[in-house]
C-alpha cells in the first residue's frame, strides 16, 4: 500500500513529520497540514533538529554502549535517516506506530530480516513487548535502546505516561537505555494554539508538560551526559534553543 494509492481523509503526525524531513511517504493533507503549520511557526526547522538528535542518540547509543538492538515507538516512516540507517549494520529495530497505513507502507520499505515494523499504540505496551515480530527482533537478555521521540506529548496524563515507561523498561534487560524527547508547556501560546490546529485530531491531542514533569519519565534510570536538557543542545552545545523548547534525555537502566 502506498501514499499514492491512498488518500486519507486527515493528516497523520507520521505522515508530515515526514514530510518535513523532506520525505516522499506522504498525502496531498498531510502536505497541506505542515505548509498551513510552516506559514506561522518553524516547525520543519524542529522536525531537523529532532531527527539531528536521534542520529546523534543512536550513533553514540552504538559506538560508545555497542548497543545493538532498538525499539522506536512511534517512529513515523523509516525515511530520512532513521534508526536502521544509522546503526550499526549488525543491528536489530523495531518500528512501531499507531497508524495503520504508515505501518503497511513502512513495512514496504524495510527488508524484514533486520528490521520491523508492527502496528502498536504507547498506551498499550503490553501488545508492544508480547507481539511475535517483538520476539522475533529483541532479545529481551541483551540491552535495548528504546526510543520515545517527539511521542509522549501525544499521551494524557490519564493514561499514565510515566507508568508506560516503566512498563515499557522492566522487559528490557539492565544496561538498556531509554531515550526521549517531548515538547514542554513553556512553548509559546501562539505555537501551541497554531500545532492544535494543525493536528485537529480528537485520537492524538497534544499535552504540554513542565520540565519537573519530564523527567519523572527517567525515575530510576541512569542520566547520560548532558541530561534533560533542549533538544538543540545535545548535537551543539553551543546551539540556542528554538521557539519550541522540545526537551531531549537519555538514561541507562542499571
Do not use: C
Not at 85 to 102: F, G, I, K, T
Not at 142 to 162: K, S
Not at 223 to 246: I, Q
Amino acid at each position: 500500500m502506498s501514499m499514492r494509492e491512498v488518500d486519507p481523509p486527515r493528516p497523520s503526525p507520521a505522515r508530515v513529520y515526514d514530510y518535513l524531513l523532506g520525505g516522499r511517504h506522504n498525502s496531498k493533507v498531510d502536505r497541506d497540514a505542515a505548509e498551513r503549520v510552516m506559514r506561522l511557526w518553524p516547525v520543519r526547522e524542529l522536525a531537523l533538529a529532532n531527527r539531528r538528535f536521534l542520529i546523534a542518540a543512536v550513533r553514540r547509543l552504538t559506538r560508545e554502549f555497542g548497543v545493538r538492538q532498538f525499539i522506536d515507538i512511534g517512529s513515523g516512516l523509516p525515511t530520512e535517516q532513521n534508526v536502521h540507517q544509522v546503526a550499526a549494520p549488525d543491528s536489530r529495530v523495531l518500528y512501531v506506530d499507531n497508524d495503520a497505513l504508515v505501518v503497511a507502507e513502512g513495512g514496504n520499505l524495510l527488508d524484514g530480516r533486520q528490521a520491523g515494523y508492527i502496528e502498536g499504540d504507547l498506551r498499550d505496551p503490553h501488545r508492544i513487548i508480547t507481539h511475535p515480530e517483538t520476539s522475533r527482533l529483541i532479545d529481551p537478555t541483551v540491552p535495548t535502546a528504546l526510543m520515545i521521540i517527539g511521542m509522549m506529548h501525544y499521551i494524557t496524563d490519564a493514561d499514565d505516561p510515566a507508568g508506560i515507561i516503566r512498563d515499557l523498561m522492566v522487559h528490557l534487560a539492565p544496561g538498556s537505555f531509554l531515550v526521549v524527547s517531548t515538547a514542554t508547556d513553556t512553548l509559546p501560546d501562539e505555537m501551541r494554539q497554531a500545532i492544535d490546529m494543525y493536528y485537529r485530531n480528537p485520537a492524538a491531542p497534544l499535552v504540554w508538560r513542565s520540565r519537573e514533569t519530564v523527567e519523572r519519565f527517567f525515575d530510576g534510570l541512569e542520566p547520560v551526559s548532558p541530561g534533560l536538557t533542549a533538544v538543540e543542545k545535545w548535537t551543539d552545545s553551543e546551539a540556542a534553543a528554538g521557539p519550541w523548547l522540545v526537551i531531549a534525555g537519555m538514561a541507562r537502566k542499571p
